[in-house]
C-alpha cells in the first residue's frame, strides 16, 4: 500500500501533459467515479439512518448523479489550488453546498419534487429548508479532499500508464451509460 501512494505522490510531483481529449477522458472517468462514490455513501448513511438499506437517486444504475457533478464541480473549482489543502476544503464546501441547495430548491419549485430533506434525517444541524446541513456539506468538503488529492492523482497515474483506447473504453462508455441512464430514469420511463 505504501509504494502505490509513493507512486502516486512521485507522479503528482512530475510535470506529465495530457491531450485536451485525455483530460476530458479522466474527467469524464472522474464523474462517473463521483456518482458512484456517492450512491455507495447514501447506502451506508441511509443503512445508519434508518437501519436498512435503501437504494437511493433516481436512476437505474449505481451512481446519484448530484455526486457526479458535484466532483466535477469540485474539481474544476478547485484543482488549481490543490498545494493549499484549506483552501480546497473550503471551496469543496462552497461549490457542494450551492449546488446541493440551489438543485434541491429549483427541483422543488419547479417539478414540486422532493429529492432529500434533511429535515427528516439525523445529524441535521445547520438545516436550511431541508436541502442542505452541517453534515452534508461537511462531508462533501472532506469528500472534495479526497476527490483532490487520491481520487484524481490515481485517474491520471491510470491514464498515463494504460494504453489509450483502453483508457478511453473504460472512461467514454461507463459516462455514455450514466447519461443515458440520467435520460431514461428522469425523462423517459
Do not use: Q
Not at 483530460?23 to 455513501?41: A, P, W
Not at 472512461?171 to 443515458?180: C, D, G, H, K
Amino acid at each position: 500500500m505504501a509504494n502505490i501512494i509513493n507512486k502516486i505522490k512521485e507522479f503528482e510531483n512530475k510535470e506529465y501533459e495530457f491531450s485536451k481529449k485525455e483530460k476530458i477522458e479522466i474527467m469524464l472517468f472522474l464523474i462517473v467515479c463521483s456518482g458512484i462514490f456517492g450512491f455507495i455513501y447514501e447506502m451506508l448513511f441511509y443503512r445508519i439512518d434508518l437501519g436498512y438499506f435503501v437504494k437511493r437517486g433516481t436512476t437505474y444504475g449505481p451512481w446519484i448523479p448530484i455526486y457526479g457533478f458535484g466532483g466535477l464541480f469540485i474539481i474544476l473549482v478547485s484543482y488549481r489550488f490543490r498545494k493549499k489543502p484549506l483552501l480546497v476544503f473550503l471551496l469543496s464546501a462552497l461549490v457542494s453546498g450551492l449546488l446541493e441547495f440551489g438543485t434541491g430548491y429549483a427541483i422543488f419549485h419547479i417539478l414540486n419534487l422532493r429529492l432529500w430533506d434533511y429535515n427528516t434525517e439525523i445529524w441535521n444541524w445547520g438545516n436550511i429548508g431541508g436541502y442542505i446541513c452541517f453534515r452534508s456539506v461537511m462531508f462533501f468538503a472532506v469528500s472534495g479532499l479526497l476527490l483532490t488529492y487520491v481520487f484524481v492523482p490515481i485517474a491520471k497515474l491510470i491514464a498515463s500508464k494504460m494504453n489509450k483506447k483502453v483508457f478511453s473504453v473504460i472512461s467514454i462508455v461507463p459516462a455514455i451509460l450514466f447519461l443515458f441512464d440520467m435520460i431514461f430514469s428522469n425523462f423517459i420511463k
